[in-house]
């Protein structure tokens, strides 16, 4: 099948997915104009939407003379350039040795090729020639000659396009690079909903849905991180979209750095969106036959409502961007010791946390902050990666060792990216910090963002962490980032690199992490900033799971997984059960529903082993033994929202069904318990209508349809945030 097709006579292109379809097309003074992106529809080519008008005050190219309806103002692109008479926001604009900054992109060629393209340096989904099919188009700048390769890949299969651009520099002159977006999108007389996924530290992806309005709005994060705050995934909608029904695009950004995707409504009702690095604190010079490739944006669209557009991104990111075997294969459950003993613990003390671990069925033990340096409080010790021998008496490897004897893995966690002010490596070198000539530094946390863009750096904190790895035979990596970047300068880069310093601590970061997972192909790697601050696609490139927030509250976790699933599979949010009363919040909610929540997502625990009562370690068994029967759905399955926290104040549901419809999970939380209650029906999702089902718990059968139409009675609660877990299978 040839999944994108050029007409030499229309000049259109055309790109197909199994459902979607994606046309463009090269019009008048070879420009590059989008056509439609959408539901597939058949053979025609839609260059009917294409409606030139002499608009005022929207001026028209030199060459087209007295022909006043053919402006980039307001025509759709695919890439818009500057100075070319589009007022909107654009996606390259560059500045000249000269100082002008004028860039008109024309078409040149194309070129279609098998396979998936791939990114120098940078994270990107991955395809073989019976996954993927790659579309080239150049534009070109005739002046200064400088060259944009756009870049689009279809995935037939998932019903994914992604893009990117490569700009690279032909002419004979320098040219300085102040914005090269990865992506644009114009929409043609469309009133949309922008879905977008803002938080805060321990409260990361909020969800929220407004109107688009006239003018220029964005999302985006100036922090050097992805960010707690704003996501790097946004969903345009139509008003009327739901879980379920209407038609949805969605944007992910595959990169850990600045983003922003700005959205413009202009004077004619027509929507462009952009989306790439944040141009806030970025330039990148290219000389002559340099070149600059964007990262990528993984786009879907999906015509039945924001659940199919979910399950399209989950299942991209689990085949065809997450490399890690442990995609396919069960996770180690864990223990992680931060919420158990923060700081203050000793070698006897994390060995009965092990052996308590063991007791009840768990696979692994992570040892978090503390164990190296001088690290007994949070304002020392970074950088210092060497076992603290005075809290680990006799040394971590034998430790490890010991543990490793009970039959559990050994997991710990690093901060590679930071280094405090005490510290052995700050005191040998000062300079090997982001600082800005003669001010005082930022600091946050009480610690300072190492400059990863140098290697000599990035090869010494790595040195230092390998080794530790090697002598104790790590299963599990945490790698951790507890700050935003600032005090952005570089000592080594010239003044007039100092724009590119904020991308190159990105490609610093990455360039660490690949080493990490081609040196150990069987570790078990798990991301974490400050929790959720950097959960973002780029970071599944690299590992399969991210801790998804610092905040362990199963009530509060609602919002939060409920939020992140949209973009992302939930088999990457790292969840775990936690002690109550909260540490965070102080809220006390029943150790089975903390269960409950945090089987949605990779599963684990994050208290003190030794203090479970009896009635609680039995409970954590039975949970433990509860998820490995049904952590294939979670890997595996099609995951549902059945309600939306930030609406409902009763319950909070969500599903899994395996892809074969044989195996159906609706777990949740029952709010708030009310006196003489109403009876809540609930509707799963997603299964065989003619099938049979039976309830694991009460035998009871029923049809699909039953279930999804007529529905199942909640059971009625004994207090507030009870538990909710119906298991069903298929009969016949
Ligand atoms: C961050 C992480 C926590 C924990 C602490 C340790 O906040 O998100 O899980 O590892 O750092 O300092």
């Known amino acids: 099948m040839k999944w994108i097709t050029y007409n030499e006579r229309t000049r259109v292109f055309t790109l197909r997915t199994r459902n979607t379809m994606y046309q463009m097309q090269v019009r008048e003074y070879e420009t590059l104009i989008h056509l439609y992106y959408g539901a597939d529809i058949g053979d025609t080519e839609a260059t009917h939407r294409i409606v030139c008008l002499d608009r005022g005050f929207s001026g028209n190219l030199y060459e087209a003379g007295d022909d006043r309806t053919f402006s980039l103002d307001v025509l759709p692109q695919e890439y818009s350039g500057y100075g070319n008479g589009d007022y909107r926001i654009n996606s390259l604009e560059v500045e000249h040795e000269d100082g002008s900054d004028a860039v008109h992109l024309r078409y040149e060629d194309y070129k279609i090729q098998e396979g998936k393209y791939s990114l120098t340096g940078l994270p990107a989904m991955f395809g073989d020639e019976n996954e993927a099919q790659t579309l080239e188009i150049t534009l070109y700048d005739r002046i200064s000659n400088l060259k944009v390769h756009l870049l689009y890949s279809v995935f037939p299969e998932l019903d994914i396009i992604t893009r990117a651009a490569r700009i690279e520099n032909q002419g004979e002159k320098q040219v300085k690079i102040q914005r090269a977006m990865s992506m644009e999108m114009d929409y043609t007389h469309k009133h949309m909903d922008l879905v977008h996924f803002y938080g805060r530290h321990a409260m990361e992806r909020m969800t929220e849905r407004q109107p688009l309005h006239h003018g220029v709005q964005s999302i985006e994060s100036k922090r050097g991180t992805s960010s707690h705050q704003h996501n790097p995934f946004v969903i345009l909608c139509d008003r009327m979209t739901s879980e379920k029904y209407g038609d949805c695009y969605g944007f992910a950004l595959a990169y850990s750095g600045n983003f922003r995707c700005e959205i413009e409504v202009d004077q004619t009702e027509q929507t462009r ?36 557009l979910s399950h399209i991104f989950h299942d991209a990111y689990r085949s065809n961007l ?62 210092d990666w060497y076992v603290n021998e005075n809290k ?32 052995d490596l700050y005191r040998e070198h000062p300079d090997w910090v982001l600082r800005i000539p003669q001010r005082h530094m930022n600091l946050s946390r009480s610690q300072l963002n190492l ?209 074969d419809k044989k195996e159906v999970m609706v777990c949740g939380v029952q709010l708030r318990n009310e006196a003489n209650p109403h009876i809540h029906l609930i509707y799963p999702e997603g299964m065989d209508e003619k099938r049979h089902y039976q309830d694991v718990e009460t035998g009871a059968v029923y049809t699909g349809a039953a279930l999804m139409k007529a529905g199942v009675a909640l059971p009625l609660g004994k207090g507030d945030y009870q538990p909710v877990r119906f298991h069903f299978v298929m009969v016949d």
């Open 392 to 423: 680990i008496r006799g040394g971590l490897a034998k430790l490890v060792e010991k543990i490793h004897g009970l039959g559990l893995k050994f997991g710990i966690w690093i901060e590679p990216e930071m280094v405090s002010e005490d510290s």
């Open 273 to 308: 969106l952009v989306m790439g690095i944040h141009p806030y604190h970025f330039s990148y010079r290219l000389e002559k036959g340099d070149v600059f490739e964007t990262p990528e944006v993984i786009m879907a669209y999906s015509g039945d409502g924001l659940g199919r």
């Open 322 to 383: 997450i490399r890690s075997k442990y995609m396919d294969s069960p996770r180690p459950i864990l223990v992680n010791n931060w919420e158990a003993t923060y700081f203050d613990f000793d070698e006897e003390k994390l060995f009965r946390i092990a052996e308590r671990a063991k007791e009840i069925g768990l696979d692994m033990f992570v040892l978090d902050d503390g164990w190296f340096g001088n690290r007994d409080t949070d304002t020392k010790g970074l950088g």
């Open 451 to 659: 400059d990863i863009t140098r290697k000599e750096v990035r090869d010494h904190v790595m040195g230092q962490i390998f080794k530790v790895m090697d002598e104790c035979k790590v299963d599990y990596i945490k790698w951790d980032m507890n700050r935003s970047v600032d005090n952005v300068y570089s000592a080594v880069l010239p003044a007039e690199r100092q724009g590119e310093v904020f991308h190159r601590y990105v490609l610093g970061v990455y360039e660490m992490m690949e080493q990490l997972v081609q040196r150990y192909p069987d570790l078990l790697f798990e991301n974490c900033s400050g929790g959720g601050g950097r959960f973002d696609a780029g970071m599944l490139y690299y590992s399969p799971q991210i801790w998804c927030s610092d905040n362990t509250d199963a009530i509060d976790r609602l919002k939060i997984q409920y939020g992140t699933s949209f973009g992302y599979p939930v088999s990457a949010m790292g969840a775990h059960v936690s002690t109550c009363p909260n540490h965070q919040t102080g809220r006390t909610a029943p150790f089975e529903t903390r269960g409950v929540v945090a089987s949605a997502g990779t599963f684990g625990y994050e208290l003190d082993l030794e203090k479970l009562t009896e009635e609680e370690k039995e409970m954590a068994k039975e949970q433990i033994r509860a998820y490995k029967k049904m952590e294939h759905l979670v890997q595996t399955g099609d995951y549902y929202r059945l309600s939306d926290p930030f609406k409902n104040q009763d319950h909070v549901l969500w599903e899994f069904v395996s892809k």
